[in-house]
């Protein structure tokens, strides 16, 4: 009995010195929650675990079994001993503190740097040529597309990987921050839990990835509206105003909003720099033969393109820029002063001497008006005008043509092309007064119908037209035309608006024949046999249109020549189809002649062995007559030529409102001969896609178009469809030789038939 006594007070103490340590940890970590920010002890948070438990079975033990509790004794003796208390102080502790947050920090930052530094997708790119490396053009051989899958898109050659590249990925690309999201058809990688649990993957299809958040959506629309969330959250930075932005050598000053006509009023499209490119070298060819050109940009907005004018061509042009809005106006004499481009405004010259540009040019003062467009094209005369005002040109045509000057220019830029393009109809019966329909060739039937409106404009001043230049590419259409003076020009130039008769079943289409008398069945012109063989009504008239030419073979040369002289690679793909075009004529068949470039500005010049030599423009100062036109080896197309238009001329001959003809003093008695019906282009084209046949494999377009030439036809491509022909045959011809250039698929025939 007494050693079980002395047993009970063994426990008894024990209990205590537990109860005691727990109310020390306890007071521990109050004090640490409460005042300090010392993480506690491990050691203390096990060992006060231990004593709870060994108090619990304690309790449970029975007080009559002596041995289980020296047994657990013996126990909390050993943990005690293996596991002391550690006591550290204050300083200690910090320390602790302090090694323990340091890596927490440095992976965090490690974590942040790694999102920063994050690679982007493949699929957003800075400019063109970097797609082009991604694609290895370079190389040879075929190569697959970057951003689509072989079951998409095979692997090919340079040349077809370049169009695909350039028309599918990075026409439709969405511009942000000095980069582009080119589409991608990649097989992304996007996990979804299927009904069973499971994740599996999910391929896209054309989509977009996000710069800011790497998120995938399918439309454009709406990935520009992602963006401009992303802008209006903040994630995304958002550019400095004013910015600089360069073009062609030339530096000019955006505002907010630059590219929204409905939010700013100093507009300025960066997508329209081929419009700039090819009106300057429409001027750039006419400063070459009358100098010095009194030239108006009637809308200038911020000035880029009157600037431009004045920097590359010096003292061959003198530059008026006009804009009705002040704000503009600040915008395009800021403008001035940025590129060192003397300015007149007000009829007051600012201080300082005309400035030089990089190349030693001499660039003249530039002068500013602020008035509406209509009224200063009525105050003054000028031998080259451009219009580019906010959707229809209607309105301003009558202004322009009022006080042009004889073989004068006036360029017009339409992007109204819900209008020309088939989509408004009755918006084009009312700026056009043209009833037109959807069709295979509407790009082609909307620029004959703002032609017709502008040869109807010069119709009205007693003038007639020659176009020149007729461009229908992205989101605008620029039509180029030269001024002829006179009542009877003008007599020529309504001859031919005609009307269009159009087979809405098989797509056939030829003018209408001119006469005064009413015919009974007009449709019966129409070289197809739809109106007899079909029930109803198959044809539609359509019109009034231009049934004229659309372009001039020898001004396109021109053209062609000052993108080598300035440097402007981008643009020579399109010209070259322009001429060839205009010639209706395969490329193989055609010479483009490339100058030896001896110096930054070089020119061309005929000699008598008909070969193309270099002549510096110093040398060429001296000379009263210059003519430009390449060489071309084929007689015929010498002839078509100079029957056709001789483009350039010399300052004289402009001077005095004539023009020398060949041969004139031999045969001065001889009439003026009509241009012949083969000189000029077949009107419109077919798609050879459209008119294809199911299950037969039609021919690639470059081999078709010689096989048309072979069969004794015109034919060529046309920049308005990549898949249309322009040929001088009926639609029965076009399909009896592609149909006999067209092989059967096969597909779904077993063997043993035919």
């Excluded at 020390?24 to 300090?36: I, M, P, Q, Y």
């Excluded at 075009?581 to 062995?609: G, H, L």
């Excluded at 238009?645 to 008695?669: C, I, M, Y």
């Excluded at 798609?687 to 034919?715: E, T």
Aim: charged letters at 25%.
């Amino acid at each position: 009995s007494n050693m079980a006594d002395e047993q009970r007070v063994n426990l008894d103490l024990l209990h205590q010195e537990d109860t005691e340590s727990t109310d020390l940890t306890t007071n521990g970590n109050f004090e640490a929650v409460d005042g300090k920010t010392e993480p506690t002890f491990p050691g203390k948070k096990v060992q006060n675990e231990d004593s709870i438990d060994a108090n619990q079975t304690s309790e449970e033990t029975p007080q009559g079994d002596e041995e289980s509790s020296a047994c657990l004794l013996e126990e909390e003796t050993k943990t005690e001993s293996q596991e002391p208390v550690m006591v550290q102080s204050e300083g200690e502790i910090r320390a602790e503190d302090e090694q323990v947050v340091e890596p927490v920090l440095k992976s965090n930052e490690e974590a942040s740097s790694v999102h920063n530094v994050e690679e982007k997708h493949i699929s957003i790119l800075k400019t063109l040529e970097d797609l082009e490396e991604l694609a290895d053009l370079n190389g040879t051989g075929k190569k697959p597309c970057p951003l689509c899958p072989e079951e998409k898109f095979k692997p090919c050659y340079s040349h077809k990987l370049r169009r695909h590249i350039q028309n599918l990925h990075w026409k439709v690309s969405v511009e942000f921050e000095d980069c582009r999201m080119c589409i991608c058809h990649l097989t992304c990688r996007v996990v979804k839990p299927n009904q069973d649990g499971e994740q599996s993957l999910v391929r896209l299809g054309a989509h977009y990835h996000c710069i800011v958040c790497s998120a995938t959506i399918a439309r454009r629309t709406d990935m520009v509206s992602h963006i401009k969330r992303h802008m209006n959250k903040g994630g995304a930075k958002e550019k400095s105003y004013p910015e600089i932005m360069k073009e062609g050598g030339t530096n000019i000053q955006l505002l907010p909003n630059y590219s929204t006509p409905q939010k700013t009023e100093t507009f300025f499209n960066p997508k329209m720099k081929m419009n700039r490119q090819l009106i300057f070298c429409t001027l750039a060819a006419v400063a070459r033969i009358r100098k010095p050109v009194e030239c108006l940009d009637a809308f200038g907005s911020t000035g880029i393109m009157g600037l431009q004018w004045a920097k590359h061509l010096g003292k061959a042009v003198k530059v008026t820029i006009n804009d009705i809005n002040e704000k503009s106006i600040k915008m395009i004499l800021e403008n001035c002063h940025i590129n060192k481009i003397k300015v007149m405004f007000n009829g007051k010259t600012d201080d300082g001497d005309d400035f030089d540009d990089e190349e030693g040019n001499y660039c003249g003062p530039v002068e500013v008006t602020n008035m509406d467009a209509n009224v200063i094209m009525h105050l003054r005369a000028f031998d080259f005008i451009h219009l580019d005002p906010f959707g229809t040109a209607v309105n301003f045509l009558d202004a322009a043509f009022r006080n042009v000057r004889h073989l004068g220019i006036v360029s017009v830029t339409s992007t109204d092309i819900g209008t020309f393009y088939s989509k408004s109809l009755n918006v084009a019966v009312r700026h056009y007064g043209c009833n037109i329909v959807r069709t295979e060739y509407y790009k082609e039937l909307g620029a004959r119908m703002v032609i017709a409106a502008i040869a109807r404009a010069a119709a009205r001043c007693n003038k007639g037209i020659e176009v020149l230049l007729s461009v229908a590419v992205e989101h605008f259409l620029l039509i180029v035309v030269r001024v002829l003076r006179g009542p009877t020009q003008a007599d020529e130039t309504v001859k031919k608006i005609r009307h269009l008769l159009h087979c809405q079943w098989c797509e056939e289409r030829v003018f209408q024949k001119e006469g005064t008398m009413l015919e009974e069945k007009p449709y019966h012109q129409l070289p197809c046999d739809c109106q007899n063989s079909m029930p109803g009504k198959t044809a539609v008239q359509l019109g009034p249109l231009w049934s004229g030419s659309l372009f001039s073979t020898g001004f396109l040369r021109n053209m062609y020549f000052e993108t080598m002289l300035h440097g402007l690679e981008e643009l020579q793909p399109l010209l070259k189809t322009l001429i060839c075009e205009a010639e209706c004529t395969i490329m193989k068949q055609f010479d483009f002649p490339i100058p030896k470039k001896q110096s930054n500005q070089v020119n061309w010049r005929k000699e008598p062995d008909t070969e193309v030599t270099v002549v510096p423009l110093p040398a060429l100062a001296a000379q009263t007559s210059v003519d430009c036109t390449p060489q071309v080896q084929d007689d015929t197309d010498e002839k078509r030529e100079d029957e056709k238009s001789p483009v350039l001329h010399t300052t004289e001959d402009f001077a005095a409102g004539k023009r020398k003809r060949k041969n004139r003093d031999d045969q001065p008695g001889r009439k003026k001969q009509k241009q012949h019906a083969h000189t000029e282009h077949p009107p419109f084209y077919y798609s050879i896609h459209r008119h294809s046949f199911k299950g037969m494999n039609i021919p690639k377009l470059n081999k078709f178009l010689q096989y048309l030439v072979d069969a004794g036809f015109r034919g060529s491509r046309t920049h308005f469809d990549p898949t249309g022909v322009r040929t001088d045959a009926s639609l029965q011809q076009f399909k009896a030789t592609l149909m006999a250039h067209s092989t059967a698929t096969h597909t779904g025939m077993q063997k043993g038939e035919s």
